[in-house]
């Protein structure tokens, strides 16, 4: 077993901590007050080839790996969790399903622009009563010539107002059941797409919206893999976005970890530095390892997928549940330091306690996890398939 990164991924690690650094870290407070949304750093961080490591370089990727991917999503997360969301907009809830699934013609079609971010890209699943229950979806796709005829509303999808492209989920038969809901790439320029924001206690840079369709006319290759094969697709892309979510959740709880360990070092009570207290550094050390276990949890189930083992979704959920754990607990521990000062707006701290909640929602709840996990473990239901 080898735990060191290589001399590439190290180097990628340190010059994405740089561009964090300079690009992100000073503007995100700014940025999560005025609920704005960086669209130039994401231009930025296209241009860099952020989102195309796991992309071939026939596409305009960079073909470093998933496990690259993860390293640069943690160091980005670090400076602000709503930039961290473009990763999965832009690559690993767009783009990946679009080259698992997609013909040679939509690769070339939608893939060097997503990954570019040329076009910014977004995912609908999510409707008003269908969440952790994907197959509730109401949406439909009617075929209707050579074509469809998109029905529905989606709710709480990032990015949905600055979006150029979606990939939408929606049923062409329902009376198939699971077998009935299909994939399409939809040109969110279409005539009767329509967006509205909603406004959320955290990740204020990254946009969350709905999105409603209404007789939206589909040309044939909208329709991403056969007809009936959504579910496939959906859960499939579920497995590579919760890679994000791990990694930006180990991200966000580093720099918890980080203005921590400064401000223990920085504030002085009773004559002496609050680090020298035996209950802050129980607080600090404990972070320190439950960021560690989620950091080794989700480079493992990135390494898995470099080595061709995208369906690995017992230990991308071991990731993504031990990050959103720990991330939530480095927030929680990180506000009892700082005390009043991590409270007000002085210290990013508050940001990050907001923002932490976050990976115990998306993606699959916590408890989804859970479930995945405990189910596999009973032999209900296998995770990896």
Same mark, same amino acid.
């Given at each position: 077993?080898?735990?060191?990164?290589?001399?590439?991924?190290?180097?990628?690690? $340190?010059?994405?901590?740089?561009?964090?650094?300079?690009?992100?870290?000073?503007?995100?407070?700014?940025?999560?007050? =005025?609920?704005?949304?960086? /669209?130039?750093?994401?231009?930025?961080?296209?241009?860099?080839?952020?989102?195309?490591?796991?992309?071939?370089?026939?596409?305009?990727?960079?073909?470093?790996? !998933?496990?690259?991917?993860?390293?640069?999503? $943690?160091?980005?997360?670090?400076?602000?969790?709503?930039?961290?969301?473009?990763?999965?907009?832009?690559?690993?809830?767009?783009?990946?399903?679009?080259?698992?699934?997609?013909? $040679?013609?939509?690769?070339?079609?939608?893939?060097?622009?997503?990954?570019?971010?040329?076009?910014?890209?977004?995912?609908?699943?999510?409707?008003?009563?269908?969440?952790?229950?994907?197959?509730? #979806?109401?949406?439909?796709?009617?075929?209707?010539?050579?074509?469809?005829?998109?029905?529905?509303?989606? +709710?709480?999808?990032?990015?949905?107002?600055?979006?150029?492209?979606?990939?939408?989920?929606?049923?062409?038969?329902?009376?198939?059941?699971?077998?009935?809901?299909?994939?399409?790439?939809?040109?969110?320029?279409? =005539?009767?797409?329509? +967006?509205?924001? #909603?406004?959320?206690?955290?990740?204020?840079?990254?946009?969350?919206?709905?999105?409603? !369709?209404?007789?939206?006319?589909?040309?044939?290759? *909208?329709?991403?893999?056969?007809?009936?094969?959504?579910?496939?697709?959906?859960?499939?892309?579920?497995?590579?976005?919760?890679?994000?979510? *791990?990694?930006?959740?180990?991200?966000? *709880?580093?720099?918890?970890?980080?203005?921590?360990?400064?401000?223990?070092? =920085?504030?002085?009570? !009773?004559?002496?530095?609050?680090?020298?207290?035996?209950?802050?550094?129980?607080?600090?050390?404990?972070?320190?390892?439950?960021?560690?276990?989620?950091?080794?949890?989700?480079?493992?189930?990135?390494?898995?997928?470099?080595?061709?083992?995208?369906?690995?979704?017992?230990?991308?959920?071991?990731?993504?549940?031990?990050?959103?754990?720990?991330?939530?607990?480095?927030?929680?521990?990180?506000?009892?330091?700082?005390?009043?000062?991590?409270?007000?707006?002085?210290?990013?701290?508050?940001?990050?306690?907001?923002?932490?909640? #976050?990976?115990?929602?998306?993606?699959?709840?916590?408890?989804?996890? /859970?479930?995945?996990?405990?189910?596999?473990?009973?032999?209900?239901?296998?995770?990896?398939?």
């Amino acid at each position: 077993m080898d735990f060191g990164l290589n001399e590439e991924l190290v180097a990628m690690k $340190e010059a994405a901590r740089t561009f964090t650094e300079k690009e992100i870290v000073p503007h995100a407070d700014k940025w999560d007050e =005025e609920h704005h949304f960086p /669209k130039d750093v994401i231009k930025k961080m296209g241009e860099l080839g952020y989102f195309g490591c796991p992309v071939p370089e026939d596409y305009g990727g960079t073909d470093v790996g !998933f496990l690259a991917q993860a390293i640069l999503c $943690e160091e980005v997360s670090r400076g602000s969790s709503s930039v961290r969301v473009a990763f999965n907009t832009q690559c690993l809830g767009t783009v990946v399903s679009i080259l698992r699934h997609g013909t $040679e013609e939509q690769k070339q079609k939608w893939v060097p622009d997503l990954i570019n971010a040329e076009k910014i890209g977004c995912f609908a699943i999510t409707e008003p009563n269908a969440g952790s229950d994907v197959l509730a #979806l109401k949406a439909t796709a009617k075929k209707d010539g050579d074509g469809y005829i998109l029905n529905g509303s989606k +709710t709480w999808i990032s990015f949905a107002s600055h979006a150029d492209l979606a990939m939408v989920y929606a049923y062409t038969d329902r009376s198939q059941g699971s077998r009935g809901m299909s994939a399409f790439v939809v040109d969110m320029h279409s =005539e009767g797409v329509s +967006t509205s924001n #909603l406004d959320k206690l955290g990740t204020r840079s990254s946009p969350t919206g709905e999105i409603s !369709f209404e007789d939206v006319r589909l040309p044939a290759d *909208a329709l991403l893999g056969p007809e009936g094969a959504g579910v496939k697709i959906v859960f499939s892309s579920l497995n590579q976005t919760r890679l994000s979510c *791990a990694s930006g959740g180990v991200g966000v *709880a580093q720099a918890c970890l980080d203005a921590s360990i400064q401000y223990c070092l =920085e504030r002085e009570q !009773f004559g002496k530095q609050i680090g020298q207290f035996q209950m802050n550094q129980a607080l600090l050390a404990e972070m320190s390892a439950e960021i560690e276990a989620a950091r080794l949890l989700t480079y493992k189930a990135a390494w898995q997928k470099d080595q061709g083992q995208l369906g690995n979704v017992r230990e991308t959920c071991l990731a993504k549940y031990t990050a959103g754990m720990a991330v939530t607990h480095c927030s929680e521990k990180a506000m009892r330091i700082l005390g009043a000062y991590g409270y007000s707006t002085e210290y990013p701290v508050a940001r990050y306690y907001r923002d932490a909640i #976050l990976y115990q929602i998306v993606e699959g709840t916590t408890n989804v996890q /859970k479930m995945i996990l405990a189910q596999d473990l009973l032999g209900y239901r296998k995770a990896n398939r």
